[in-house]
């Protein structure tokens, strides 16, 4: 009678907490009808169940806004690794620490991964802390009964295994322990009841529960874990489920009840059913973007409006104002004059420029020198708004012959694209542009690098966007080994290895 007195006492307890409610500890919960059309309409969740209570909320205010359901499997983060693993099925995963998320990525069993919160461990013990446990040398000499969190199936248990091993106080810990339950809730219940006095939870999870008392240990200030929400690959809705994310990870949705819950929330995007973007893109860049472009859009269900043209032209449009969320160029020389308007850039590419002719080279043109000889018509990006022409009267100017080869020009234009249309029909004898720019053409013009001359191509993200997330995912979608064999495919020499991975 007694012990069915404290679970009742604790039930209570969960209705009574103000600000950030506590569901009752069921396994799964729908936001929606039950139905078959439901069903299948349905996304599926495994979620930590430390993180209970925001995701619910969410939940509850995603099924009322966007109209879609969520089923939930709530265990600890191991323990549904390992159902995932397993089963192969389910859209979502949130784990409560990191490490899951590495574990799962070398796995293969994750796509998208969105930041939501921070979370440290914490001792809780009941409200006046009656058995004076004011740090972990307390704990460890305490005569009270301590319960723990399983470090093979907890979050929660594996942080405090792992740093208190590189203290040499888990050993002494573990010994300790009465018993060790698989979720952190559990052994928050514990102490709430009575059953234990004292266990280490989340600092999140210690303010759902208004009769325990926080104790803060300086030693778990390294062990700062964040929470992400992960798509995963073997999701048949990759739609709808990074629109939950989305939703999740938005600082005017999700991340304010991760907020409200004790949680320090992420830098999330602000959001929208279907975001939007505006990528200015360099015009080199077109033919290795945009499939990968158009595969983003469909994949994350968001509108890219993507503006091609010479940087020149771009660096302009910025100056008079224009603040696109991302930024790819054609060189890394045309991100300076703007560097103000972005984040730290990274380098994805670089090509070679090269000296392109009508096929079979009639003129017999192969070098920077034959530009020079008279009566050729020569054609060349213009200097001031195309980054291969920059380049290019920068290289020549460095030979001492620009003013030579000037004469013989006779096109100069924003984009590199102009000229080898001119020069496929015949009004130019010889172009100087990329070589990605006649990557699709070899069949009509022959090209001759021209050595040690190249531009890189970097990508940076706005500071002003007010969606990050969502332009750092498009740069992970260019950086991907899929985007590596189409920019391959048109001549770009790879680089993103050269920015250790990023």
């Not at 009270?144 to 810990?173: E, F």
């Not at 060790?180 to 219940?189: G, L, M, S, W």
């Not at 999140?204 to 240990?217: I, N």
């Not at 920068?394 to 012959?401: E, R």
Request: net charge neutral.
């Amino acid at each position: 009678m007694y012990q069915m007195m404290r679970v009742l006492f604790v039930v209570l307890l969960g209705c009574g907490l103000a600000g950030c409610k506590r569901p009752a500890p069921v396994q799964q919960t729908s936001t929606g009808p039950s139905s078959a059309d439901s069903s299948a309409r349905e996304l599926m969740l495994y979620c930590a169940a430390g993180i209970r209570v925001p995701v619910e909320h969410a939940m509850t205010a995603y099924q009322q806004e966007v109209g879609m359901p969520v089923r939930v499997q709530y265990e600890g983060s191991g323990a549904l690794l390992a159902s995932i693993e397993l089963g192969k099925h389910g859209d979502l995963y949130i784990p409560a620490d990191d490490s899951y998320v590495t574990v799962a990525r070398k796995k293969g069993l994750i796509a998208e991964v969105m930041p939501l919160a921070t979370q440290s461990p914490v001792i809780v013990v009941a409200q006046g802390n009656p058995k004076h446990i004011n740090n972990l040398d307390d704990l460890l000499a305490t005569d009270g009964r301590i319960a723990l969190a399983n470090p093979d199936q907890a979050a929660i248990g594996k942080v405090v295994r792992d740093i208190l091993t590189k203290s040499g106080q888990w050993d002494a810990l573990s010994k300790k322990a009465a018993v060790f339950k698989p979720t952190v809730n559990d052994v928050a219940n514990d102490v709430v009841i009575g059953s234990a006095d004292a266990t280490i939870v989340w600092d999140s999870t210690a303010v759902l529960y208004p009769k325990l008392q926080a104790v803060h240990v300086p030693t778990f200030d390294s062990a700062k874990q964040q929470v992400s929400v992960c798509v995963l690959n073997c999701t048949d809705k990759p739609t709808d489920a990074l629109r939950f994310a989305r939703y999740l990870s938005a600082i005017d949705r999700g991340l304010k009840e991760f907020k409200a819950c004790g949680f320090v929330p992420a830098n999330g995007d602000a959001w929208a059913v279907e975001p939007t973007i505006t990528l200015f893109c360099g015009a080199l860049n077109k033919i290795g973007v945009k499939d990968t472009l158009a595969k983003f859009q469909q994949r994350e269900g968001c509108r890219i409006t993507t503006v091609y043209n010479g940087c020149g032209i771009l660096v302009a449009s910025m100056k008079a104002g224009q603040t696109p969320d991302a930024y790819l160029a054609c060189d890394t020389s045309f991100v300076p004059p703007v560097a103000d308007l972005f984040s730290e850039p990274m380098t994805i590419t670089e090509v070679p420029i090269v000296i392109a002719t009508p096929k079979g080279n009639p003129k017999n043109i192969k070098m920077v020198e034959d530009l020079m000889r008279p009566d050729l018509k020569i054609g060349l990006c213009h200097p001031e708004q195309s980054s291969v022409g920059a380049l290019t009267k920068q290289m020549l100017t460095k030979a001492g012959v620009y003013d030579k080869v000037h004469i013989n020009v006779r096109l100069e234009t924003p984009t590199a694209d102009t000229l080898v249309n001119e020069l496929e029909i015949g009004h130019l004898d010889a172009v100087v542009v990329s070589r990605a720019n006649v990557a699709a053409v070899t069949d009509k013009v022959d090209f001759y690098p021209i050595p040690d001359f190249t531009a890189v191509q970097p990508y940076a993200i706005g500071k002003q966007t007010q969606h990050a997330q969502l332009a750092q995912r498009l740069r992970d979608a260019l950086t991907s080994n899929d985007s590596r064999k189409i920019y391959e495919h048109y001549g770009f020499i790879w680089r993103v290895a050269d920015n250790g991975g990023k």
